[in-house]
């Protein structure tokens, strides 16, 4: 079965916060959390907001657009690595829509 393609808005982000998701690659997938989604600013009619993911540092993701899978369907998310530590890498993407 086909997965579903879900819009990546502030309301779907948010409902994820806290949950896993993979990371689609050529040879898999790669573990991801999807930590937060921080507070949504709104001005000249648009939201930004961005979306802290982490995953591990043995399986680094590479800058760029990357399908992330859920239960819920699937999405693309422009992520850049902002953080590493011993284990994880911190990634964000930081999105923009209308303001509703």
Known sequence: MPALLIDP???ELTDLAGQPVEALVDHG???L????VSS???????????????GPVQAALGPGAHVLRTA??????VLEAVGYDLRYVHYEAFLTEPAA
């Open 9 to 11: 808005s502030y309301a």
């Open 29 to 31: 997938t790669v573990s």
């Open 33 to 36: 959390w999807l930590e937060c």
């Open 40 to 54: 949504p600013v709104t001005f000249d009619g648009h939201t930004s907001y961005s979306v802290r993911l982490t």
């Open 72 to 77: 819920k369907g699937e999405f693309m998310l």
